[in-house]
Structures are given as C-alpha cells and as structure tokens.
Antibody
C-alpha cells in the first residue's frame, strides 16, 4: 500500500518562508511524477506544482511562480516544496499527490494522496 | 488555461437515488478527465480516470462518461457513504492541471 506523509506546515507571517516535505513508502518513488495540490479553507482543490520522475522538469501554477520551488530526492523517497514570500492567500492544506508513471498515457492524475499539512499565513 | 465548470455546485439527494454531476471544459480535453471524491477533513480519492475507467477498488455504482468538453459522473444508487464533495480534473494540458469547483452531495 502506498503511503504519503507530509510535514512542515505551520503558522508563518506574510513574507516569510516554509518548507514542506513528503515522504513516500510502498511505491517506487522514482517511477512517478509527483505533485503538490492545495485547498484553501472551505474552498476547492488547486494544483500547485509538479516534478518529473528525474527532476528534470518542474511546473507551477501562475500564482506561485517565482515564489515556490518544488524538488525531490529519489534516494530518500522524498518530495519538497520550498515556499517563499508567502501571502495570506497561500493559506491552505497542502497535499502531496502521486501522479502518473511511465509514459503518462492519460496525462497526470492523482492516484494516491497524503493526509495534508496546514499552512497558515498571517497578515 | 483550461477552465473546468461543474454543475450543480450542490445537490440534495436520498439514499438509493441516481445522481448525475456534470463537468464542462472550456476547450476540448478529449477523454483526459478524472473524477475524485472528498469527504470532510480527508484527502481526495480517485474514482474515475480517462473519463470512464474505474479506479481499482472503487464500487461499480460509480461511472463516468463523456468526451470533448462535456462529462458526467453518475452514482447509480446513492449510498450513505457517498455523501461527499466531488471534483473533476482535466489532465489534457499535462503538466498544467486544473480542477472543477466541486459538487457537494448532501442529504
């Protein structure tokens, strides 16, 4: 069974930084695209960023470009999200989600999720 | 960016009802459309991928259909554990991905 465990959330002031981590077990981590998806309180889901299996490609939603950096360490089965210049609108539960493996025939969808970690940005 | 619009945003139903949720894309996404269920305080759970393929372990009362811009998620006979919020997600513009706004299914 695949397990994803996020950590690193907390309360931070606007303009501050935070680093989220996600550790994956029960799966060959290096075979899959990995993603961060967030959900603001009482709101819907928003894809934030993803990273290719070997880390060679990274993509971001426009609202976080230049502020957030996604990375991975395949030797440690771990995914990261470095969040800088945080804003009140970044307040959300952040989920780590496994994407597709191999050639991604149907594009990236999320077949396994962590429990989420809450990031609260105070203004 | 591809925008995804779900309707209705919420609905009331009873156990045993047939429920249909609609998702519309701002441009064709072929069949690159996926559905998730989310219960309060929990992470989402993948139900359907590629418009109509049932994810392993998901009950057969869930089904998906559609192609191009219009898609539906159908629950053939609503069960108590199905009261939740449902989201569609397009994967056509991979790696940039978007979700619909969600449909809350209530008693």
């Amino acid at each position: 069974e695949v397990q994803l465990v996020e950590s690193g959330g907390g309360l931070v002031q606007a303009g501050g930084s935070l680093r989220l981590s996600c550790t994956v077990s029960g799966s060959t981590f290096s075979d899959y695209w990995m993603n961060w998806v967030r959900q603001a309180p009482g709101k819907g889901l928003e894809w934030v960023a993803n990273i290719k299996q070997d880390g060679s490609e990274k993509y971001y939603v426009d609202s976080v470009k230049g502020r957030f950096t996604i990375s991975r360490d395949n030797a440690k089965n771990s995914l990261y999200l470095q969040m800088n210049s945080l804003r009140a609108e970044d307040t959300a539960v952040y989920y780590c989600a496994r994407g597709c493996g191999g050639g991604c025939s149907w594009g990236i969808f999320f077949d396994s999720w962590g429990q989420g970690t809450l990031v609260t940005v105070s203004s | 960016d591809i925008q995804m619009t779900q309707s209705p945003s919420s609905l009331s139903a009873s156990v045993g009802d047939r429920v249909t949720i609609t998702c519309r894309a701002s441009q064709s996404v072929n069949i690159y459309l996926n559905w998730y269920q989310q219960k309060p305080g929990k992470a989402p759970n993948l139900l359907i991928y590629a418009a109509s393929s049932l994810q392993s372990g998901v009950p057969s009362r869930f089904s998906g259909s559609g192609s191009g811009t219009d898609f539906t998620l159908t629950i053939s006979s609503l069960q108590p554990e199905d009261f939740a919020t449902y989201y569609c997600q397009q994967s056509y513009s991979t790696p940039a991905l978007t979700f619909g706004g969600g449909t809350k299914v209530e008693i």
